[in-house]
């Protein structure tokens, strides 16, 4: 039976309700079902199997020389996206723990079993892995710099002396100008990790499912609404298909609007409603391109938000750039602080005294270095009170959560909130806007746009009865063998703008996949640097 209550708040409308269960929520279904024969002694779960095929992938390996805040850096103590993905990975599986606990303890019906309930900490450990797989070099900057660069791209660059833009349909176009480290996730898993078929990892669709943060496509993205699934784009018009075969596997996916209903009237503030939101409901390609999130991506996300939130923080107290006393008068000062209710701000100030306490411990135990002794070990305690609040927050809306009906953040007027939006704060006042990170940020536009500016040209005649010139042949033979085959595959019988549409992601998959250091020295090379 469907269990997702969509809260569609329409007059006269009668509309279907489901609901979210456990048992479809942790589907071990996969694209091709495993052809290797189940050991009798292999006591693994079908997600711990998807955690083994994770750690041995050279994707994952490649997170190593992709950065999380700092460019290029070359310090053994900055973290870099390999182990923030670590640490995503222990602290999702720490909230996975957590909700559970609680909810075994509740008077919640629809609950995870115990069987279920450890493999919700192995699937978020998998995520946590995974959350960051698919961003290109220089962290997330470097994905504004592909959304700036086809911004002008598609209408200054010709195929048979028509702009590109010519040839794409809308979604194909929202696409690249939306362009998410996100969406390039499920991309990378299911298609161009090439492990022994055209699925890619074949993980698990309860895993795939909970990586996709955004569950819409690109002509639905709008940053202003209170609905989070809106904000970002969840994945590309090529995984369309994939996208509803996961969700509709789950049960997550949504196909009940009527036919009457309209798309503001599922949303509060409908003056903020886009006009492809509008047309939602009398669009068939829009109507099948939505689901409700997963409930273990509210937990992921949190994780994540942890995990970077606190991050930052030590790194930059690493690298000089916040002190002891820049944290401390910030955490009291802070203008946040007044936007909180009463209980929460007490709470609040109780967990920035700890660091008094903390810094008095470093002293006592006579550490060389006592403030940043001191702002290490608070870190790791206000984790501690982050996890216990966010748990708190999921289930306190799990009914909400489990019909679909849940629009905010696990941080949302909480505790939580009001700590990860100060240390948010203190980070990009003494870190982001820092002329030594502005500085790599500039030199990372300057080596992305200068690699699209090289394979985009010669990624257009490619696979085309037009012949390429020497060097595009050659740029567009560079390309990873996998990556074109993946190309290959899907094109073969499509019109000519859904080539073109796939050659464009052929060249993305290919920056994306790249390391900082192999980025910045192949535009070295470019540019005859050596």
């Not at 083994?52 to 850096?73: C, E, G, M, N």
């Not at 309860?206 to 209170?226: A, E, M, Q, R």
């Amino acid at each position: 039976m469907y269990s997702i209550i969509l809260s569609i708040k329409c007059k006269g409308v009668n509309t279907m309700k489901k609901e979210l269960t456990w048992n479809e929520l942790l589907s071990t279904n996969r694209s091709r079902a495993s052809s290797a024969k189940a050991s009798k002694n292999d006591g693994r779960n079908a997600f711990e199997k998807d955690y083994h095929r994770i750690i041995l992938s050279a994707s994952f390996r490649r997170l190593q020389d992709k950065t999380q805040v700092f460019p290029l850096d070359q310090s053994d103590f900055v973290r870099t996206r390999l182990t923030h993905s670590l640490e995503v990975s222990s602290v999702a599986r720490s909230l996975g723990s957590q909700v559970t606990n609680m909810l075994a303890n509740s008077e919640y019906e629809n609950i995870p079993n115990y069987q279920q309930s450890k493999e919700i900490g192995d699937l978020l450990s998998c995520a946590g892995l995974l959350h960051d797989i698919g961003n290109p070099p220089f962290g997330h900057y470097g994905e504004t710099t592909i959304r700036n660069y086809y911004k002008t791209a598609l209408e200054r660059l010709t195929f048979k002396d028509k702009p590109l833009k010519s040839y794409l349909n809308k979604q194909m176009e929202e696409d690249l100008l939306n362009f998410e480290g996100n969406a390039q996730v499920l991309r990378l898993l299911s298609k161009l990790h090439y492990l022994k078929d055209e699925h890619g990892m074949n993980l698990t669709y309860g895993l795939l499912n909970t990586l996709i943060k955004y569950p819409v496509n690109s002509l639905l993205v709008n940053p202003d609404i209170d609905d989070v699934r809106y904000h970002k784009l969840g994945y590309f018009w090529a995984e369309r298909d994939l996208f509803k075969a996961i969700t509709t596997d789950t049960n997550t996916f949504i196909n009940n609007f009527d036919e009457n209903d309209k798309i503001d009237n599922l949303l509060e503030d409908s003056s903020k409603v886009n006009e492809s939101m509008k047309q939602l409901s009398f669009a068939p390609e829009l109507r099948n391109s939505v689901a409700v999130r997963h409930p273990l991506t509210y937990l992921l996300e949190a994780a994540d938000d942890i995990s970077y939130r606190t991050a930052d923080i030590e790194d930059a107290s690493r690298k000089g750039k916040i002190s002891y006393s820049d944290l401390k008068n910030y955490l009291t000062k802070s203008s946040r602080i007044g936007e909180y209710e009463e209980n929460i701000i007490a709470t609040y100030t109780k967990a920035v005294n700890k660091l008094d306490e903390c810094l008095e411990d470093a002293k006592k135990n006579h550490e060389e270095k006592s403030s940043l002794y001191a702002i290490q070990n608070w870190l790791i305690y206000i984790q501690k009170i982050l996890i216990e609040s966010i748990g708190q927050t999921f289930v306190d809306n799990y009914q909400l959560i489990m019909s679909g009906d849940y629009k905010y953040d696990l941080f949302h007027n909480n505790l939580a909130g009001l700590i990860l939006n100060v240390l948010g704060d203190l980070a990009y006042d003494y870190v982001f806007s820092s002329q030594s990170i502005v500085e790599l940020e500039v030199a990372a536009d300057a080596i992305i746009t200068g690699l699209l500016d090289k394979f985009v040209p010669a990624a257009i005649h490619f696979d085309t009865e037009i012949e390429q010139n020497p060097v595009e042949k050659r740029l567009i033979a560079l390309i990873s063998d996998n990556y074109r085959l993946a190309y290959k595959r899907e094109a073969e019988g499509k019109s000519e703008g859904e080539k073109l549409y796939r050659r464009l992601l052929l060249v993305n998959d290919y920056i994306c996949g790249m390391t900082d250091s192999f980025a910045r020295d192949l535009y070295y090379k470019f540019n005859g640097i050596y």
